[in-house]
């Protein structure tokens, strides 16, 4: 596969991987180049372990995963000249400054352009010479973006990069997410579980529970499609069980996901259908398959609860 | 690999200044101990109990030799703590760094290695210098045996640290104790099992009133001088299959350097 347009800069498929307690179940998706790729998930969903076996820091046990069309198997580490990656925890040891790191850095990647690093933590108002140790949490994850940002990357990976952030800096990071997608060759997947951010952010989206991706495509389709019907809990039995995501008690009455909006709002003109958020859809199907039931008639007795 | 090893260095700058003081330590004292034992006090109290027969110029001799032995060693045995290296990037969380970058996982383990062998070679070098300053000022030992015993002090480390680091791997962070442990008791079970004849042998000389041991000292530090070149062997065989172990070792458990 060559790069290109329309080409999948990661493509997953049916990646497996058994920790006996947790297991990743036979994931498939793909992201393409060029997009900004939510990956959403509650904690403990199977985010981290994905983006891992992507960076094949840990071994598939099945399944295959290519990233710039090349099996990760063949050379992971020449593929990772090519990546960024910003996890949610710093790494850099205490006592390096921003002049250590540049050091350590420009004597491993080929492409480092100290210029663009120090650019960066100027930008960031990050102190050069200061051991990274005294660093906040949004210093040191805005350390982990300049480097990940210096080695002229095509694929940028952050793993929850802003958890734990206040808005502001969260939105300063957003800010230059979207300078970094600016250049057409330049694709982002981003972890998270604070789908507001996402929302502002991705093209796409991957929804990952339990192991398992339960949703995967282009946002604006998902929150398009997707709707919340409410209505009282007599009139639930009338709405066909192939559109239901998932029902549960509201305020006054019973909140529905329903995964056809339009068609919903077509058959049942008298109910209220509101467009669904990221958040609502992650909500409705987390607890889908907390609960372990799908459609109508379950949803029904949940809602009565 | 190069910048991993810059940032081992990084973690070792506060221990390479404690070794430029022991050095100079070392040196100090060293040139001392050789100055009194030709000139001073400790030339007169070897003097006294060579007239009293209670030691003979042999085992002066002997006595000499292995406290320079202990002052050479001192300098190597220094920058031998390669569990600082691992504990700096275990509470670092170092891994989430190292296993993303663009390097293989033979280059990264490679980088600890080299790392530690560079150490071992500054204590070397500066042992060299000691060594040949002390050479100078006494004739208790020639700078060719002194060599001989770099050499074999060298070897012994290298043998400890391509231990140490193949139990750091295999046990992970946090369990660095646990392979300085292992390491010991790995050289301590392999030399007490090569040598167990002559063990044998100074128990039983010790029991009936012998001087037996005092060949064994004389036995050992023979070795180590003469015989340089066995250990040298076995530390370039035992850091290859260390080497290769570590590199299965990180393959199975990803994501450990």
Redesign the interface.
């Known amino acids: 596969m060559q790069r290109g347009k329309n080409m999948n800069v990661i493509e997953i498929k049916n990646a497996t991987k058994d920790f006996g307690d947790f297991k990743i179940d036979q994931i498939s998706f793909a992201v393409p180049e060029g997009s900004v790729c939510g990956f959403i998930g509650q904690n403990g969903a199977g985010k981290t372990t994905t983006i891992?076996l992507i960076?094949d820091?840990?071994?598939v046990d099945a399944g295959e995963i290519y990233v710039f069309g090349q099996n990760i198997k063949d050379d992971s580490?020449?593929?990772?000249?090519d990546?960024g990656?910003v996890?949610d925890?710093?790494?850099?040891?205490?006592?390096?400054t921003g002049k250590?790191i540049n050091?350590?850095?420009?004597?491993?990647?080929?492409n480092w352009d100290e210029k663009v690093f120090f650019d960066y933590l100027k930008r960031f108002s990050l102190p050069v010479k200061k051991q990274c140790g005294s660093f906040s949490r949004g210093m040191r994850m805005k350390l982990q973006i300049a480097v990940a940002l210096s080695h002229n990357a095509k694929l940028l990976i952050m793993d929850e990069p802003t958890s734990g952030l206040d808005p502001i800096v969260r939105n300063e990071m957003i800010q230059i997410f979207r300078e970094y997608v600016l250049e057409e060759d330049h694709t982002i997947l981003l972890s998270s579980h604070i789908t507001g951010d996402l929302e502002k952010l991705a093209d796409e989206v991957v929804f990952i529970n339990g192991g398992k991706i339960v949703l995967a495509g282009n946002k604006d389709d998902i929150i398009e499609k997707h709707g919340l019907l409410k209505c009282k809990k007599d009139d639930l039995k009338d709405i066909n069980e192939s559109f239901i995501v998932y029902a549960q008690s509201g305020t006054y009455g019973v909140e529905v996901l329903v995964n056809d909006r339009r068609a919903c709002a077509k058959l049942y003109p008298e109910m209220i259908i509101e467009q669904a958020s990221l958040e609502d859809i992650m909500l409705f199907y987390v607890n889908r398959s907390i609960s372990g039931t799908y459609g109508k008639t379950s949803d029904r007795s949940d809602a009565t609860e | 690999?190069?910048?991993?090893m810059?940032?081992d260095l990084?973690?070792l700058?506060k221990q390479m200044i404690l070794f430029a003081y022991i050095v100079a330590g070392v040196l100090v004292l060293s040139i001392m101990y050789v100055l009194s034992a030709r000139y001073g006090n400790i030339a007169d109290a070897n003097q006294s109990m060579m007239a009293e027969n209670s030691l003979s110029e042999i085992d002066i001799n002997n006595i000499s030799t292995i406290t320079l032995i202990c002052f050479m060693l001192t300098p190597i045995a220094m920058v031998g703590d390669v569990t600082t290296i691992f504990k700096?990037?275990g509470?670092?969380?170092?891994?989430?760094?190292s296993?993303?970058?663009?390097?293989?996982v033979n280059?990264r383990v490679m980088a600890k290695y080299l790392t530690i062998f560079m150490m071992f070679g500054i204590g070397v070098a500066v042992d060299i210098v000691i060594s040949f300053v002390l050479s100078k000022l006494t004739d208790i030992i020639s700078f060719a045996d002194f060599f001989g015993i770099i050499i074999s002090a060298a070897s012994l480390m290298i043998i400890y640290g391509a231990l140490v680091i193949l139990f750091c791997f295999l046990f992970g962070y946090g369990k660095e104790d646990y392979a300085i442990f292992a390491s010991c008791a790995v050289i301590l079970i392999t030399v007490i099992l090569a040598n167990i004849k002559k063990i044998k042998l100074i128990f039983t000389s010790l029991s009936v009133g012998n001087s037996d041991s005092i060949d064994f000292i004389s036995d050992f530090m023979n070795f180590i001088i003469h015989k340089s070149f066995i250990l040298l062997s076995i530390a370039v065989i035992v850091v290859a299959v260390s080497y290769f172990v570590s590199v299965e070792i990180v393959k199975r458990k990803?994501?450990m350097v």
């Not at chain 2, 509470?91 to 760094?97: D, L, R």
């Open positions: 891992k960076l820091v840990l071994n580490a020449k593929l990772r000249e990546i990656v996890f925890e710093m790494g850099f040891h205490e006592f390096m250590d050091i350590m850095m420009k004597n491993i990647y080929k | 690999m190069k910048g991993l810059i940032k990084m973690c700058r700096m990037d509470k670092a969380g170092f891994s989430n760094i296993s993303i970058l663009p390097l293989s280059k990803r994501g």
